[in-house]
């Protein structure tokens, strides 16, 4: 818990001395002494004349934080951990309940200290429900974001219907929901896999307000994207037999417009269905991502630029640095 602290006022300087000023010892320190007194004169002058005209107090230029900011500064630990520094509620939504998607999972951080947070809506791939991107709920929520996996309407809903199901699950999050004065409505973004990932291109397309965009493997047989302006990261996978990063993400990548702040991360030694379970890496380049994009947080951009090289687990980075939005 922060303890307030006050601080006593800045007090005056010691009273003047009642004492007579010593005796000035030549003509020539006197003379020194009227020109400094004369200087000083001007310059008392000076300020009178500018207060009276009731011109502002010059003062140094204050430097403003990032409004946006949430939690501590990061570190390459805290963006791999499996929990970030916020503790996680969560909340189900019938499906009942809403209109235009299949209902979900709401996870937040508990803590209402630091204002509102950015918001972020995940939808599944096809034939599959929320469960299968569960695990990036109370992931993504503990860095400081309310998190919506979604259930879509059907299992085999297309990418352009999971695009507008992931809009109306941001609709309802920031208009409807239980949680939704914990949510700042200009800072929202997507994700998604495989036709979800689709979806997450076709929602970016529709609302180029988003703030960031995050398709994982995904599919969509339009390839061709530069109608794009929100920030994207586009996530495939070395092994993926099903949306080959040849036809499907590489692809995406190029066709994003090249003033746009883009990036493709290659998954090394992984399939379509990674980003199905708990995977470090997508954790830590999305967390990053996000933060950049969504929260406007400068702090995280050490992890994106320069471009991360290839390791055990990133078989390629490609993107544009330093990033711009």
């Known amino acids: 818990m922060q303890q307030n602290r006050t601080l006593p006022a800045a007090s005056g300087g010691p009273a003047p001395s009642a004492r007579r000023p010593h005796r000035l010892p030549s003509r020539l320190t006197r003379a020194c002494l009227a020109a400094l007194l004369a200087a000083g004169g001007l310059v008392a002058a000076q300020a009178t004349g500018a207060q009276a005209a009731g011109a502002p107090a010059v003062s ?70 929320q469960s299968s991107i569960a695990w990036l709920g109370p992931r993504l929520a503990s860095q400081g974001f309310v998190v919506f996996t979604i259930d879509t309407l059907t299992t085999l809903d297309q990418p352009d219907s999971r695009g507008r199901q992931l809009l109306a699950a941001l609709d309802y999050l920031t208009q409807r929901s239980s949680v939704r004065t914990r949510i700042d409505s200009t800072r929202l973004g997507v994700m998604g896999h495989s036709m979800g ?11 180029p307000s988003l703030q960031a965009a995050i398709p994982l493997t995904g599919w969509n047989l339009d390839t061709t994207w530069p109608e794009i302006k929100t920030p994207t990261l586009i996530v495939g996978a070395d092994g993926d037999t099903i949306a080959p990063v040849a036809t499907h993400s590489e692809p995406f990548y190029r066709s994003l417009p090249s003033t746009l702040d883009k990036a493709y991360l290659e998954l090394r030694g992984a399939t379509h269905f990674t980003p199905n379970s708990s995977n470090t890496t997508i954790a830590k380049y999305s967390v990053s991502w996000l933060k950049r994009f969504i929260d406007n947080d400068t702090r995280y951009e050490q992890f994106l630029c320069p471009l991360p090289r290839a390791s055990l687990t990133i078989a390629e980075y490609r993107g544009n640095c330093p990033h711009t939005s």
Do not use: C, H, M, W
């Open 60 to 129: 140094a230029p204050a430097v403003a934080a990032n409004p946006y900011e949430r939690g501590p500064a990061p570190t390459n630990a805290s963006i791999e951990a499996t929990r970030g520094s916020y503790a996680v509620s969560q909340t189900s939504v019938s499906s009942l309940a809403v209109s235009g998607f299949g209902g979900g999972t709401v996870y937040y951080p508990t803590s209402t200290s630091d204002g509102t947070f950015g918001a972020v809506a995940i939808s599944p791939g096809y034939t599959a429900s």
């Open 197 to 207: 990932g689709g979806g997450t291109l076709e929602a970016a397309k529709s609302r």
